[in-house]
Nanobody, 114 residues
Framework: QVRLVESGGGLVQAGGSLRLSCAAG????????MAWYRQAPGKERELVAT???????KDADSVKGRFTISRDNAENTVTLQMNSLKPEDTAVYYC????????WGQGTQVTVSS
């Protein structure tokens, strides 16, 4: 069964760090373009970071230099290391298999207090 399960969200103070993990089942993340998205209350879902099978990564301007997407092939997971968190990073964070797989995780809440 193809699935993605996110974990690692929580409440953190501004300036702190969190590490989100996305565990894949039923497919190999190394063979797919993978991404993290987020959706804040009242806003549209936005792309945060992507990683390709050749390990090329791209970050949104709003998180550049603070967030890092990576992949653990042995664990079949994709992670998002988030540093220097700001209150505006508060959102539900979603993992997504973009291509060739097409699957979303259920999301994990990240709340950054000021």
């Amino acid at each position: 069964q193809v699935r993605l399960v996110e974990s690692g969200g929580g409440l953190v103070q501004a300036g702190g760090s969190l590490r989100l993990s996305c565990a894949a089942g039923g497919f190999i993340v190394e063979s797919n373009n993978m991404a993290w998205y987020r959706q804040a209350p009242g806003k549209e879902r936005e792309l945060v970071a992507t990683i390709t099978p050749s390990d090329n990564t791209k970050d949104a301007d709003s998180v550049k230099g603070r967030f890092t997407i990576s992949r653990d092939n042995a664990e079949n997971t994709v992670t998002l290391q988030m540093n220097s968190l700001k209150p505006e990073d508060t959102a539900v964070y979603y993992c997504r298999g973009i291509s060739p797989i097409a699957v979303w995780g259920q999301g994990t809440q990240v709340t950054v207090s000021s």
